[in-house]
């Protein structure tokens, strides 16, 4: 198991890069940001590449109803990503049938895409199952040690199925340190939860209660056992719950960083 560090896009490029530098220091294997309207996760991780020469970046993940396979092509080139270092994630966004449009996109994403490896964002036993199947990761998200456990055993049935071996399971866990950590969590996720009705769902199906998806500590210990329990995943990543400035984000990544 390794871990990565995350932060949302459009993080001011005066601390993502040194952000990157330090995580990479700390024995991070990849930076991770996620996509939304108000910023592109490719353009981060951009910022991230000037200050980490050496590890892994992903953007997880960028919906298909909102950018073509094309338009994330032209994205690349124009930021100069090295496409070795790069785990794109991508997902259905609000679709109304997300495992088909998912289907329906992997040929094109094939094409446009060429030597990237593509992972698909999944909650649900389905697309799990297809992207054991067919994609090169697939990305867990708002998910309980458990419940990561459980999901990971419907990608390897579906890779079972399809006779290859299993690609590797990757996962944002929502993680605050200090003062009021457990407020910032909640908080987070209650905006999730009243996103949309699939997020619904999925925080229904794992049956934890309301805030505590995640992991929350007041120090160092509680924030390392936390993570530990995560072990279904390939690829932790950290998804920083913290003021965005590089005081305290570089205090969480080195609470969350990975042991020896």
Known sequence: MSRGFGVT?????EIASPLAGRCQELGYSSMWSNDHPGAKGLETLAEYAKGADRIDLGVAVIALDRQSPDEIAT?????GID?????LGLGAGFTEKPLTTMREALPGLREALPGIR???AAMGPKMCAFGGAEWDGVFFNWITPEFAAKARGWVEEGAREAGR???TVLGYVRTA???EAEERLAKDESFYRDMHQGYRNHFDRQGAPEGTVGVAGENE???QAGLSGYRALDVVVVRA???ATIEDMSALAEAAAPGD
């Open 9 to 13: 896009a459009g993080l001011d490029p």
């Open 75 to 79: 994205d690349i080139e124009r930021l």
């Open 83 to 87: 496409k070795g270092r790069l785990w």
């Open 118 to 120: 593509l992972v698909l």
């Open 165 to 167: 071996e299993p690609p």
């Open 177 to 179: 340190v200090g003062a």
């Open 221 to 223: 210990s509680v924030v």
């Open 241 to 243: 719950l913290a003021s």
